[in-house]
């Protein structure tokens, strides 16, 4: 069964800072992954997906994300956080399928 | 263009009342979703559906029951509310091979 792990639950991080988010997932071939984000009283919004080719894919808001088979990892970068980042952001994975199952989440708070 | 409606917005409901909520999308999406988001959980799937008149469970759909009866809504049931059925309850819908997911902004429930 395929599964997501983001393994941390909070992170805080200056604004102007750098920002990486964690997941790894797990399935048995080759996954589709994708970052949503969540802000405060609403539904999620695509960042960024893969499904092939290049493995860092470029997201919306300046976000970026890598895959690396061999780490079973799809990780969420941004060079420089805005206040405006401050959300929930989530990652997740499905084979093609119908199914899509995210991760319990990150919460990002920033500082001013 | 709408994208995804759910309706209602909150609802408090007494232990062992039934509702129903509805998803409505207007963008021709053959896929359906309901989920369930708890704090430190993410979401979890509970029901799906592949094309109007399909549906299929997915990781807790106990005490839920669903219906696509045509292709643009998506209804979930609570038969028998329980406290445990608390949450926000989160729609979504997409086209197939994987494609992103369009998400309502959700429905708080209650249950004393």
């Known amino acids: 069964a395929q599964s997501v792990t983001q393994p941390d639950i909070h992170i805080t991080v200056s604004e102007g800072a750098s920002l990486e988010l964690r997941c790894n997932y797990s399935y048995g071939a080759t996954p589709y992954l994708f970052w949503y984000v969540q802000s405060p009283g609403q539904g999620l919004q695509l960042l960024l997906k893969?499904?092939?080719?290049?493995?860092l894919v470029q997201g919306i808001k300046g976000f970026e994300a890598e895959f690396k088979r061999s780490q079973s990892s799809f990780n969420l970068r941004k060079p420089s956080v805005h206040w405006s980042d401050a959300a929930e952001y989530f990652c997740?994975?499905?084979?093609?399928?119908?199914?899509?199952?995210f991760g319990t989440g990150t919460q990002l708070k920033v500082e001013l | 263009n709408a994208g995804v409606t759910q309706t209602p917005k909150f609802r408090v409901l007494k232990t062992g009342q039934s509702m129903t909520l509805l998803c409505a999308q207007d963008m021709n999406h053959e896929y359906m979703y309901w989920y369930r988001q708890d704090p430190g959980m993410g979401l979890r799937l509970i029901h799906y559906s592949v094309g109007e008149g399909t549906t299929a469970k997915g990781e807790v759909p106990d005490g839920y029951n669903v219906s696509r009866l045509k292709k643009q809504n998506f209804l979930l049931g609570l038969e028998s509310a329980a406290p445990s059925q608390t949450s926000v309850y989160f729609c979504?819908?997409?086209?197939?091979?994987?494609?992103?997911?369009?998400f309502g902004s959700g429905t708080q429930l209650s249950v004393l």
């Open positions: 893969y499904f092939s080719g290049d493995t």
């Open positions: 997740a994975v499905t084979g093609g399928g119908n199914k899509l199952t």
């Open positions: 979504a819908s997409r086209r197939p091979e994987g494609e992103k997911l369009f």
